[in-house]
Structures are given as C-alpha cells and as structure tokens.
T-cell receptor
Framework: DTAVSQTPKYLVTQMGNDKSIKCEQN?????MYWYKQDSKKFLKIMFS???????INETVPNRFSPKSPDKAHLNLHINSLELGDSAVYFC??????????????FGDGTRLSIL | GENVEQHPSTLSVQEGDSAVIKCTYS??????FPWYKQELGKRPQLIID?????GEKKDQRIAVTLNKTAKHFSLHITETQPEDSAVYFC?????????FGAGTTVTVRA
C-alpha cells in the first residue's frame, strides 16, 4: 500500500563500490525526484524526471546517474562511492512538475553508509 | 536551501503552548509554500501548503501565513502536544524546483 517505496532501506558498503537505489510510486504521478539529506538534515534536490524526461539536474557529481524506465520508477546509480556520499536519499513524486505547485510525496528513504 | 532561510533552528515549548516557525525567501516569483514534518528516522510528510493567492490557511491546530510583500511565511502550531515533536521544514517553489529551509527541531515538553 506504500505510495512511494524505495529499496533498499539501508545500504552499507565500501568506498569505491558501485550501488543502486530503486524507487517506485503507485500514485499515478508523472514526476519523480531524488533528494539528498545530509547529516545536518538539509534536504537538497538532485534530479527530477517528468514523464521519463530529465527536467532537473542539479550540480551533482557525474558519478550519480538517474534512470527512469517508466513514469512509475526512478532509480539512482552511484559509481565509485566516496565517504561524502553517506546520507539519506529520498525519492519523491508529484502530479506534475514543480511549476505546477502540486504536493510532493516522499518515500521512506535509503540510508547509505560508506565505510 | 540557499534562498530559503528558516528560524529558529531549535524550538522548545511547553505542552499546550503555541509554536511559531518563520521562513523568508528571495525569489519574488515564488508562489507555492509547503511545510513538511519529519519525525526521527521517518520521511518528510506534507502537513500544510499555501499558494500565493491567499494570505492565510488553517487546518485544525496548524496554520500558515504568507506575506508576499515582505517575502516571508510562517507556521503556527497551537495547543502543542508531545506528538508534535519533530523537525519541520519550510519550502518555497523557486523557478523550477522546491528549495527547502534548513529545518526547525521542535521539542514539546510534557
């Protein structure tokens, strides 16, 4: 029944590894997002897709690559993980892009810890 | 976010008292202002939002006010309860994205 679901919930891995986080929403929304929440709780947008098209691509290292196979899914692949990548990553979705001023619904987050 | 400032960063109130959190934004074209509540270890959840065509919106014990001229908006929680303890984030839709404030940790003392 979860509206926005992310997997895995926790991810502990070594520096230098490559990992992926998956997100799925069953709300019928056409826009999905990835946010990063650092240790100080600051929430910052990373990427957004609207109908599988990339619409937001903030200043993020190119080691981070999003992929949206369809409107209901948005995955995040991270290459060559670094210590500074440790954070909680939230997926979110909304009906329409940000300019439509529709509420964004968040998933439960993926806590990524780099050893 | 860089353009959304939120104060205070921490707020401790006695149960039953009111809590007020204030945010300012820089983009005069901003027209959507949501507030999110995040409990420890949980996801941010939308609690109320306001669009720029109104100055105030209320939902039971929470209310939000917007002053477009001064470019600030506030969250008011009345009759606070222990379950109101959480981190609260304001946000403003600036250009193509939502920019979030740095958060206010609210603690309601029983």
């Amino acid at each position: 029944d979860t509206a926005v679901s992310q997997t895995p919930k926790y991810l502990v891995t070594q520096m230098g590894n490559d990992k992926s986080i998956k997100c799925e929403q069953n709300l019928g929304h056409d826009t999905m997002y990835w946010y990063k929440q650092d240790s100080k709780k600051f929430l910052k947008i990373m990427f957004s897709y609207n109908n599988k098209e990339l619409i937001i691509n903030e200043t993020v290292p190119n080691r981070f690559s999003p992929k949206s196979p369809d409107k209901a899914h948005l995955n995040l692949h991270i290459n060559s993980l670094e210590l500074g990548d440790s954070a909680v990553y939230f997926c979110a979705s909304s009906q329409g892009p940000p300019v439509s001023n529709q509420p964004q619904h968040f998933g439960d987050g993926t806590r990524l810890s780099i050893l | 976010g860089e353009n959304v400032e939120q104060h205070p960063s921490t707020l401790s109130v006695q149960e039953g008292d009111s809590a007020v959190i204030k945010c300012t934004y820089s983009d005069s074209a901003s027209n959507y202002f949501p507030w999110y509540k995040q409990e420890l270890g949980k996801r941010p959840q939308l609690i109320i939002d306001i669009r720029s065509n109104v100055g105030e919106k209320k939902d039971q014990r929470i209310a939000v006010t917007l002053n477009k001229t001064a470019k600030h908006f506030s969250l008011h929680i009345t009759e606070t309860q222990p379950e109101d303890s959480a981190v609260y984030f304001c946000a403003a839709r600036e250009d193509y994205k939502l920019s979030f404030g740095a958060g206010t940790t609210v603690t309601v003392r029983a």
